[in-house]
């Protein structure tokens, strides 16, 4: 049984080969009759074909003996052939225009979805590249050797006890009289190095070199000139325009002292010793300007110079203080890790 099965495999196969061949022999016949009709008209085998009588029988034994009508194997003019190509090609050149057109569906689908042709290896788009926040503006801004012009102003008018009297052993409290200060102050601010730090405490430090001139319209004293330095901590996000800082600076002062006048708790002589301690926000409006706001306090005293003959009583006051900084120089892209 097994040898009569095997003896049945290879004849049943080559049946299927020839019905499988006199299938594709007739599809292309019908091609090259649909070619022939282009290009001549209708010929004679497409005339043949497509006429209401004619007819093409191919049964099962012709496909076993492989004889086969004659007219499967016309071939196709040539002139048919390339008629078709030309055909083809025309098609598809204006599908494919149809559909790189801006205008179309398919192109505003494609939109819509972020894919579009031909766009693989073209960079992003100005649209898509532009960051509200851009991620180069904190670098260009705080970086070693940045020079900034700045000047601040204020008004100062809370008056407190000396915020060091615990340090000093003195008794914690102010006199009667009180002051308001008015300070401007012009400051060269160089930042020494590059933005580091883990965590909140990113940043980086500026040197301060200031020239103030306190009015004073609240007081016995109308004046008071000071030079200081300092240093200022800016508390830097990786992004976003406003920063944090806080700073500390001391300096040394001549005030119209009116204690030597007779003028009960005034100060006691013109040269002074001057503290700043301040703390607020900048807010950077582009890499070259940018504006600040906070809290100041202010400390003069003679440091016990003006001692015995005249109590050194001091001023220490607070309030708002707001200023504006300029960029000194060219800028440049800056990294700052």
């Not at 006429?51 to 093409?56: Q, T």
């Not at 031909?118 to 670098?139: I, T």
């Not at 901590?233 to 002062?253: K, T």
Request: hydrophobic content about 40%.
């Amino acid at each position: 049984m097994r040898c009569r099965t095997n003896r049945l495999r290879p004849i049943a196969s080559k049946r299927v080969f020839r019905a499988t061949e006199a299938l594709a022999a007739l599809i292309l016949l019908m091609i090259g009759t649909a070619l022939q009709a282009q290009s001549d008209g209708l010929g004679t085998v497409g005339a043949q074909f497509f006429s209401p009588d004619a007819k093409l029988t191919l049964t099962a034994s012709d496909a076993d003996d492989g004889t086969l009508p004659a007219e499967i194997f016309r071939v196709p003019p040539y002139s048919a052939l390339i008629h078709l190509c030309a055909t083809t090609t025309r098609c598809a050149d204006e599908f494919f225009r149809s559909a790189r057109s801006p205008s179309s569906p398919r192109w505003a689908a494609l939109e819509a979805s972020g894919d579009k042709p031909d766009q693989a290896s073209k960079p992003p788009s100005d649209a898509l590249a532009r960051n509200p926040e851009p991620p180069g503006l904190n670098q260009s801004i705080y970086h070693k050797n940045r020079l900034e012009f700045s000047l601040d102003g204020g008004w100062l008018p809370i008056n407190i006890p000396f915020v060091f009297d615990v340090f000093l052993g003195d008794s914690y409290n102010k006199t009667p009289l009180n002051y308001t200060l008015v300070p401007v102050i012009g400051s060269i601010r160089w930042q020494i190095d590059d933005v580091g730090g883990p965590w909140i405490l990113r940043g980086n430090w500026d040197l301060e070199c200031s020239e103030a001139v306190t009015f004073i319209p609240r007081g016995p004293e109308t004046r008071y000139f000071a030079w200081i330095i300092g240093f200022r901590r800016n508390f830097v996000p990786r992004r976003g325009r406003i920063a944090p800082y806080f700073d500390g600076r001391v300096g040394l002062g001549d005030i119209d002292a009116k204690g030597p006048a007779g003028v009960l708790y005034a100060q006691g002589q013109d040269f002074t010793f001057t503290m700043n301690m301040g703390s607020g926000v900048r807010y950077n409006l582009n890499p070259r300007y940018s504006i600040s706001a906070g809290l100041n306090w202010m400390h003069i005293s003679n440091l016990y110079l003006s001692q015995p003959q005249f109590a050194n009583y001091g001023i220490n006051v607070y309030g708002p203080m707001f200023g504006i900084d300029v960029r000194l120089g060219k800028l440049g892209h800056h990294g700052s890790e």
